[in-house]
Every structure is written in C-alpha cells, then in structure tokens.
Nanobody, 119 residues
Framework: QVQLVESGGGLVQPGGSLRLSCAAS????????MGWYRQAPGKQRELVAG???????NYADSVKGRFTISRDSAKNTVWLQMNSLKPEDTAVYYC?????????????WGQGTQVTVSS
C-alpha cells in the first residue's frame, strides 16, 4: 500500500504560479509511474503530467509549456510546478502512483488538493 500526501494548493490569480508536492511512503523508484491528475466540477478526472521510473515525462496538451513535473528520490517526493495559470486550471489535483505489484497494476491516490485560479 503506497500512501501519498499532497500539499501546495490554494487560490492564485490568473498568470500566477503554484507548486504542488506529493510525498510517497516508499521509494519512488519502486513505483513505475508517478503522476498528477485533476478533476474539475462536473468533469472526468484527467491526466495532467506523469514521470516514469526512468525519468520520462508526459503532459496533457493543455498544460505543455506551463507545467513541469519533477522528483527528488532522496525525499520520495514528486512536484508539479504550475506557471501561467488559467481559470480553466481550477480543479482538485490528485497525486497518483501506478505500480506493478503482485502480478497486476495497482493505482494509489492522494487525498487531493484544491487549486483555484481566479481574480
């Protein structure tokens, strides 16, 4: 069981920046993919950014060039740096750990952190 604790959400004006952090209860190198998802009211949860154990990253088209996912293996932490925020980025952001365990894929989720972009 991987436990994930997010922090860093809040209220920010359009054009502003926030950095989300996700602390994992075990080495992030034991987790195949760490990712950030978001869910806006009335919408489905969507992938924002992911980073593999090998360091490859991918981003949703809507955030490319504005968001950056990174990690610190010593701290078992993954970050999401969000710049040039837009009102449409408003959502609850969830950290995800996607792990191959006991012959199947497992998904673990954090509790979520609210990001609100508004003037």
């Amino acid at each position: 069981q991987v436990q994930l604790v997010e922090s860093g959400g809040g209220l920010v004006q359009p054009g502003g920046s926030l950095r989300l952090s996700c602390a994992a209860s075990e080495s992030i190198f034991s987790i195949n993919v760490m990712g950030w998802y978001r869910q806006a009211p009335g919408k489905q949860r969507e992938l924002v950014a992911g980073i593999t154990v090998g360091g490859s990253t991918n981003y949703a088209d809507s955030v490319k060039g504005r968001f950056t996912i990174s990690r610190d293996s010593a701290k078992n932490t993954v970050w999401l740096q969000m710049n040039s925020l837009k009102p449409e980025d408003t959502a609850v952001y969830y950290c995800n750990a996607h792990k191959w365990f006991l012959s199947s894929w497992k998904d673990y989720w954090g509790q979520g952190t609210q990001v609100t972009v508004s003037s």
